[in-house]
């Protein structure tokens, strides 16, 4: 019992240092260059892109699509309704094995980043406070940034990224508490989140992904 106090108590530490210390610093890096990746892809993604440096030295990079394609869908709830299920939205890579917004392990690699809504039924409930998510694709697996795979469908290619049946999933958040575009920010629940300007074919979208943290199961 002391233990798990001790333990309890420590880990509550690390966060209040974590909180105080800020989520980290964003730098401009150049253009994606992964010789290894589809010729499509990276075509499709902004002439330069993002690497976020965490609090605890984890290293993020980030490419976001050179033109998002928008739309207005039906999910009234949806913190971002301009994007379309399965829409292409750029590129993630990881340099150690991340977790996932679930907690399920996500290998050290390059992925696409698709956006889903959670369904509206009661295996998702209280799962985030919003529906909106990246569903992660390895990048060799994608079908293309131009394809629009179903929702069956892209649940199957986003679970090569966990080698189980569940996707790998990232939570996308409101952009109030972002200083500015790009920047990382924390959000009310704690989570270290990425906030940067797409571009669209009707103008800027300003996006937000928790890049680091788990929701409570």
């Known amino acids: 019992m002391f233990r798990k106090i001790l333990v309890a108590i420590s880990f509550m530490l690390f966060a209040t240092l974590a909180l105080a210390a800020g989520p980290g610093k964003v730098e401009q890096t150049a253009a994606f260059s992964d010789a290894s990746a589809p010729a499509n892809i990276t075509a499709a993604l902004a002439p330069q892109g993002y690497r976020l440096t965490l609090y605890d030295g984890t290293v993020v990079d980030v490419w976001l699509r050179n033109s998002i394609p928008v739309v ?17 939205v750029g590129v993630i890579s990881f340099r150690t094995q991340r977790s996932d917004f679930r907690g399920l392990p996500v290998k050290a690699g390059t992925y696409t980043m698709r956006y889903e809504a959670l ?36 649940l199957k290619l986003s ?24 920047s990382l920010f924390y959000t009310s629940e704690g989570f270290a989140a990425f906030a940067a300007e797409a571009t669209t074919q009707s103008g800027k979208l300003p996006l937000a992904l928790v890049v680091k943290g788990v929701a409570q199961q």
């Open 72 to 88: 207005k869908q039906a999910n009234s709830a949806a913190v971002y309704p301009e994007l379309a299920p399965s829409t292409f």
């Open 119 to 154: 369904p509206e039924d009661g295996n998702h409930m209280g799962v985030a406070a919003q529906p909106d998510f990246v569903l992660l694709v390895p990048i060799g697996a994608d079908p293309g940034p131009d394809a629009k795979p179903s929702t069956a469908e892209l």
């Open 159 to 182: 679970a090569k990224a966990t080698g189980i049946s569940h996707p790998a999933s990232f939570s996308m958040v409101p952009i109030e508490g972002a200083s500015g575009f790009p």
